[in-house]
């Protein structure tokens, strides 16, 4: 139980062009779901956590208007890289949380999309 | 930013040696987690310790928690190359959602 799909797993885009990243959980509602990237051999940076029918709450340095995210529903959240850049090329990570449970509760995570951006 | 620092950064030892890796945080904590990344993967949870437990186990892995010193380890037994893999730990603050994680242990276990 408590699986998360992230999809896509990786892509490949051109400058200047947006990408989606959808993350579902499969077999369990999420309130709260989290965004975090990650450069090669380093630890996973939060930017945001996303909160089911309300705004995004983003860590200090993370652009909002550049990293949109959209949690419409319990099962649901994507984060929309826009205008994307070479320096946007990492690995992005979701996590979620199931429902009614605290924070003395697991993440569950996606296996993650590797963007590339040329 | 990040709370936790771990040590070692990489950590290579034979199959069926146990591995220790340590966390050391800043500020007050929840609970701590370990979790295990697979190269080019998402993050498996292992096991939490709650702030007030000093010690706790699950299969071959054994935690331990100094909220004195704001420190853990992750000890894990009898060492399989399927151990292979990138180790974390995550510190949940009192009352937050979010959980801040460490730089993490590069584990290679060699057959």
């Known amino acids: 139980g408590a699986v998360v799909s992230q999809h896509p797993s990786w892509v490949i885009c051109k400058s200047g062009t947006s990408v989606k990243i959808e993350c579902r959980s499969l077999d369990f509602q999420a309130t709260t779901m989290f965004w975090y990237r990650q450069f090669p051999k380093q630890s996973l940076m939060l930017m945001a956590t996303s909160n089911e029918g309300s705004k995004a709450t983003y860590e200090q340095g993370v652009e909002k208007d550049k990293f949109l995210i959209n949690h419409a529903s319990l099962t649901l959240s994507t984060l929309t890289v826009t205008s994307a850049h070479p320096e946007d090329s990492s690995f992005y990570i979701c996590?979620?949380?199931?429902?009614?449970?605290?924070?003395?509760?697991?993440?569950?995570f996606g296996n993650g999309t590797r963007l590339t951006v040329t | 930013s990040q709370q936790g620092e771990e040590d070692p950064q990489a950590l290579s030892i034979q199959e069926g040696e146990n591995a220790t890796m340590n966390c050391s945080y800043k500020t007050s904590i929840n609970n701590l987690q370990w979790y295990r990344q697979n190269s080019g993967r998402g993050l498996v949870h292992l096991i939490l310790i709650r702030s007030n437990e000093r010690e706790k186990h699950s299969g071959r892995l054994r935690v331990t928690l100094d909220t004195s010193k704001k420190s853990s380890s992750l000890l894990i037994t009898a060492s399989r190359a399927a151990d292979t893999a990138s180790y974390f730990c995550a510190t949940g603050g009192t009352g937050a959602q979010k959980l801040v994680f460490g730089q993490g242990t590069r584990l290679t276990i060699n057959p």
């Open positions: 996590s979620a949380r199931l429902i009614r449970t605290g924070v003395n509760s697991p993440l569950h």
